[in-house]
T-cell receptor
Framework: AQSVTQLDSQVPVFEEAPVELRCNYSSSVSVYLFWYVQYPNQGLQLLLKYLSGSTLVKGINGFEAEFNKSQTSFHLRKPSVHISDTAEYFCAVGIFGNEKLTFGTGTRLTIIP | ETGVTQSPTHLIKTRGQQVTLRCSSQSGHNTVSWYQQALGQGPQFIFQYYREEENGRGNFPPRFSGLQFPNYSSELNVNALELDDSALYLC???????????FGPGTRLTVL
């Protein structure tokens, strides 16, 4: 079975500073990976996804993530954050041919003015 | 293009009651997945429906059941509600079973 670990439950960052949200996964087979963002009292919005090909994936709102198979990681980065980036961020893993997504416990990103 | 919609947005029930939550999938999507998100947790997979058939199930008891209709909309039914069923219930639709899932805004269920 696959699993996802988001090591940081909360990450405070000053406005316009860079940020990295960490995600590690565990699986015995090939995976595909997602980052979703959840704003307060809302559902999940897809930020970006990795299915195959280039390991550097660019998403919406200036976010990008890099798939590292040897380190089983899929860390999310943004070079300069804004107040509007304050939200909960979830990493999720899926297995080809399997229907479910397994989510991490989330990282709450707080932007400090 | 209409996104995923869910109804109702909020619901309050008492222990032992039954509840039905509804989801309309994104246009062209034939697969619907349901997730439970407890407070402070990540979403947990309940089950998926593909072309009106259950296509996989997570670790949830049989009192959690579902339906998918010919127009690919879906219902989640929960019988004999327990306090721990209080959560945000998320519906996601996708083009096929293992494709990118697009989520609705969720239904917040409170069980008293």
């Amino acid at each position: 079975a696959q699993s996802v670990t988001q090591l940081d439950s909360q990450v405070p960052v000053f406005e316009e500073a860079p940020v990295e949200l960490r995600c590690n996964y565990s699986s015995s087979v090939s995976v595909y990976l997602f980052w979703y963002v959840q704003y307060p009292n809302q559902g999940l919005q897809l930020l970006l996804k990795y299915l195959s090909g280039s390991t550097l994936v660019k998403g919406i709102n200036g976010f990008e993530a890099e798939f590292n198979k040897s380190q089983t990681s899929f860390h999310l980065r943004k070079p300069s954050v804004h107040i509007s980036d304050t939200a909960e961020y979830f990493c999720a893993v899926g297995i080809f041919g399997n229907e479910k997504l397994t989510f991490g416990t989330g990282t709450r990103l707080t932007i400090i003015p | 293009e209409t996104g995923v919609t869910q109804s109702p947005t909020h619901l309050i029930k008492t222990r032992g009651q039954q509840v039905t939550l509804r989801c309309s999938s994104q246009s062209g999507h034939n697969t619907v997945s349901w997730y439970q998100q407890a407070l402070g947790q990540g979403p947990q997979f309940i089950f998926q429906y593909y072309r009106e058939e259950e296509n996989g199930r997570g670790n949830f008891p049989p009192r959690f059941s579902g339906l998918q209709f010919p127009n690919y909309s879906s219902e989640l039914n929960v019988n004999a509600l327990e306090l721990d069923d209080s959560a945000l219930y998320l519906c996601a639709s996708s083009l096929t079973q293992a494709d990118t899932q697009y989520f609705g805004p969720g239904t917040r269920l409170t069980v008293l």
